[in-house]
Structure formats: C-alpha cells, structure tokens
C-alpha cells in the first residue's frame, strides 16, 4: 500500500496538466459517445499527438464534476512512477476518495493488462486508460468484457475548422455530396469566409501543415510544429513500436527508419517488395510485411490496396499518414500530388470511407464512386466513360459541372 505522502506528491504533480487543460479550449467533437463517461474502465487509443490526454483529462473533470482532487492523472513513462504498480495506484486513490484515475502513456507499461484486470476485479475506482494506437489488445481475457475500447483519429480539416474558428460546420455524406456537388458546400464556404475573415486558401494551407493533429492547433509556427512532429514520428518508430512487439529483434527501429525513408522519398511508393527488402536488409518478405503493418498502425503510413472481382491483393501503393508530415520532412521534397492525394486519403478514412485503387485509369473508388484528382485544371478524359465519376480538383473555384468538385471540400465529410 502506497503512502498518504504519494497521494499528496500526485496531487502537487497534477496541478501543471490541469492548467495546460483548460488552457486547451477546443474539445474533440469525435467521441461525444455518451457510453465512454457511464464506462467503468475505459481504453482510448490513438496516433501521438490527436489529443487523446487533454480527452482523457476533459472527460474525467465531467465525471469528477470538474474538481480535479478527485482525479489522479499517471503518466506511465515518468519515472516518478516507475517504482509503483498501476495497481497499488489505483488502490491509493479509491483509498483518498479519488474518483477517476488516468493512466496515459499504458503501453509504456508491459504488464497493463493483469494490472487493469486486478483493478477491475477488486476496487471500483473508475479509470481512463490512455494509449498508442499500436497498442496490443490480444489476449484480454476477462478483461475485454470489462473494458471498453476507442479509437481517436485525427482531425478532419470540419472538426479543425469548428475548433479554431468557432465555426459550426456540420458533417456532409458521401452520397450528398456526389448528388448535389458544388451546390452542398457554397453555403458553407461564404458563411466560413464571412466569419473568420480569411481567405479560404490560406486556411485549408494551415490545415495541411498542422491541423490534423490536436497539438498542432496551439501552434502558430510551421517550423516549430514541424520539429515537434520529426520528434514525435522518430519516438513512435524508435521506442513505442519497439516496446509493442512481444519479441522486437534489436535492429528493429533502424531498419524501420530505413523503410519510412525510402517510402518518405518515393511517395507514392509502388510497393516493390524485393526492392524495399534489400534496401532495409530484411531477409524475408514476412518480416517486411509485419514491419510494413507496425508502420501503418501508427499512422505513420497509409496504405492502398486494389480490389478486384476474385479477391482483396495485396497493398500496391504507400502514402505518408496525413499532409503534415510531409511538410515535417520538407526536405524530402514531397511533390504536390503525393499531398492531394494523401489528403483525399484522410478525409476518406476520418469519414469511415474505405478507399481502394480504380480498376481503371482513374485514382480512386470509393464503394459505387469513382475519383480522379488532380490540379486546377484537372480533366475528366480518364474518367470519361466511368458512372458516377467526379473529378477532384486543387481549387477554390466551383465548378457548374456538378462531376468538377474542389478537394478541400472531402475535408468537410
């Protein structure tokens, strides 16, 4: 059993992250799911930097109705903490009247999972476990019956819009969209230009580099979020893929530095298997494809496979995860294209909509839809003799043509 005086160190270790929280005043309109403040254990998962902590932290001072003495806030990989179990921490809480515990950073913690089973068999403190999007939830046992699961993704360029500018813009469909083109967003696009006084270019401009991730909001230098996200990319490849595997070899993270690079510099990379095999000295193609997964899980790329009548193929083309990344590793001179279409990727996916490469000579296909993307002066000549068609162009302008619709406005979906 832990001592009165680590209940009182905690506390005094709290006071910073509560200040940092309210001073973060947007909230991630993603997880308004009611069933996540009535859940006694709660798991919220995501890439670094989509705001799963300042979540986490929002969603406890509800249920602790905002008095942060009755919330304990654990960062799993400080090494204030490294001498306690997640267990005896919980169990010091629930001692002190704590109501809520989070446990951030978990999968820094390897025996996470008997520990949290301990504190849902024995003690009745509520806890918010808070974790990579790579964490492992094989082998949950008892506990996937008691712990229920999120996933926070990043934000569309809707939600950064609504948090940065106080606007209200609601969610489009897919399908409303491709039926009305144009004609579902021009109200939306003067009510946004009248209210923030910007014009629309310059801000789906800030969005690519830094809005998809929530920590990229507070920031008002490119450069500055830049270094932070290189930083975040090469602690995630470096340690938090590293720690997730159950046996890591110890050449591990050098040789998925090799692979981001070689995919960073070739976006989109044609997976070329030999290739990329001999370049990051793997041996065989199964560790390549695991390594490849361990990537994608992260967020650190996107893959995108082509369907066909027979059966799902295997990945043909590679993406970085989101545009702010590309700006991250400008060095790289990442070409216009690859952002358009990495864009588009993540609007699609942040919107639940599974993208495949087209049969065709097009881009994209969406279930019945059909996209190709291009520049401002994209045509419709490889798409020409395909139903439900649309061309997707880098542009401000809206076209009469209903099938000519501008690529920031899947950022709306």
């Not at 890439?47 to 960062?75: H, P, R």
């Not at 990051?280 to 994608?296: E, M, P, Q, V, W």
Request: hydrophobic letters at 40%.
């Amino acid at each position: 059993m832990l001592s009165t005086e680590k209940y009182y160190q905690i506390i005094d270790y709290n006071k910073p992250v509560w200040a940092r929280v309210r001073a973060f005043t947007g909230s991630r309109e993603q997880l308004g799911d009611p069933d996540f403040l009535s859940a006694n254990l709660a798991c919220l998962v995501g890439e670094k930097g989509v705001g799963k902590t300042v979540l986490a932290c929002q969603k406890a001072l509800q249920l602790a109705a905002n008095d942060t003495t009755k919330i304990f806030y654990i960062s799993l990989d400080d090494t204030m903490f490294a001498a306690d179990s997640m267990y005896d921490l919980a169990q010091l809480a629930e001692t002190h009247g704590v109501q809520v515990v989070i446990f951030d950073e978990v999968h820094r913690y390897s025996a996470w999972k008997s520990e949290l089973k301990r504190i849902a068999d024995r003690l009745t403190v509520r806890c918010i476990v808070s974790g990579s999007s790579i964490l492992s939830f094989k082998d949950l046992g008892g506990l996937a019956r008691r712990m229920v699961k999120y996933q926070l993704l990043g934000m569309t360029l809707r939600e950064y819009l609504n948090m940065t500018h106080g606007s209200r813009i609601k969610s489009l469909s897919l399908d409303e969209l491709c039926r009305n083109g144009p004609r579902a967003v021009e109200d939306i696009a003067r009510t946004l230009q009248a209210k923030t006084q910007r014009p629309l270019p310059l801000l789906f401009a800030d969005y690519l580099r830094r809005g998809y991730h929530a920590y990229g909001v507070s920031h008002t230098s490119d450069s500055a979020f830049s270094t932070l996200l290189r930083q975040a990319t090469e602690d995630t490849i470096a340690y938090e893929i590293v720690l997730a595997q159950t046996h890591s070899r110890p050449d591990m993270a050098r040789k998925l530095q090799s692979i981001f690079k070689t995919i960073a510099q070739n976006v989109p990379y044609t997976i070329d298997y030999e290739a990329l095999k001999a370049y990051a000295h793997i041996s065989d193609s199964r560790t390549l494809k695991h390594y490849l997964a361990c990537l994608k899980d992260a967020g650190i790329i996107r893959s995108l496979d082509r369907y066909t009548l027979k059966s799902l193929r295997k990945p043909e083309k590679l993406y970085l995860g989101n545009t702010a990344l590309y700006y991250a590793y400008a060095e790289l001179k990442p070409d216009i294209g690859s952002i358009r279409g990495t864009f588009f990727l993540t609007s699609m996916a942040l919107s639940h909509h599974q993208v495949s490469l087209h049969s065709g000579q097009a881009d994209f296909a969406v279930g019945p839809y059909t996209f190709e993307v291009g520049g401002p002066r994209k045509g419709k000549r490889q798409i020409k003799d395909e139903e439900h068609s649309y061309v997707v162009r880098d542009t401000w302008e809206f076209s009469a043509d209903p099938r000519i619709i501008p690529l920031w406005v899947f950022g709306l979906l």
